[in-house]
C-alpha cells in the first residue's frame, strides 16, 4: 500500500509537473532554455522514471527519487534560478529575505516525499536481505 500511494503522488506530480512547463512556455515568461531543461527533468521525466521503480520496488529509483526530493526542498527564486519557481506541489516557506522578490524556499513536502522514499529504500533494502 505504501508502494501504491507513492506511485500515486508521483503520477499525480507528473501531470501537475507537465501543466507547470506548459505554463511557463505557453505564458511566455522570460525563462532560459536551463530553467525549462531543468523543470521538464525534475518535475516530469524523473517522477515518470520513480513511478515504474516503486512498481518494481527498484532501489536506484528510490534512491533517485529521494536525491531529487533532497535537491528540490530547499530552492532559490529569482531571475539567476535554474529551477523553475512554481513546484508541481509544494507547501514552501521562505527561509531568507525576499528584497525584490529573491530569496530561498523550503519545501515541507520535499522533505517529507524525502523522507517516505528514504522508508521505502530502507523497506526495499530489509526485504533484500533477508532473501540472502
Known amino acids: 500500500m505504501k508502494y501504491r500511494c507513492a506511485g500515486y503522488i508521483?503520477?499525480?506530480?507528473?501531470?501537475?509537473?507537465?501543466?507547470?512547463?506548459?505554463?511557463m512556455i505557453v505564458d511566455n515568461q522570460t525563462l532560459s532554455?536551463?530553467?525549462?531543461?531543468?523543470?521538464?527533468?525534475c518535475y516530469i521525466v524523473l517522477p515518470i522514471y520513480g513511478i515504474v521503480g516503486v512498481k518494481k520496488k527498484d532501489l536506484t529509483a528510490l534512491l533517485v527519487?529521494?536525491?531529487?526530493?533532497?535537491?528540490?526542498?530547499?530552492?532559490?527564486?529569482?531571475?539567476?534560478a535554474w529551477l523553475p519557481v512554481i513546484s508541481p506541489i509544494a507547501i514552501s516557506f521562505p527561509i531568507t529575505d525576499f528584497p525584490e522578490g529573491e530569496g530561498y524556499l523550503l519545501d515541507v513536502?520535499?522533505?517529507l516525499m524525502t523522507g517516505w522514499f528514504c522508508w521505502l529504500l530502507i523497506d526495499v533494502l530489509k526485504h533484500r536481505n533477508r532473501q540472502l
Open 10 to 23: 508521483l503520477m499525480f506530480y507528473a501531470i501537475l509537473g507537465l501543466f507547470v512547463c506548459l505554463s
Open 33 to 41: 532554455a536551463t530553467t525549462l531543461f531543468s523543470g521538464v527533468i
Open 65 to 80: 527519487m529521494a536525491l531529487l526530493f533532497l535537491f528540490i526542498s530547499v530552492r532559490f527564486t529569482g531571475e539567476a
Open 109 to 111: 513536502f520535499a522533505l
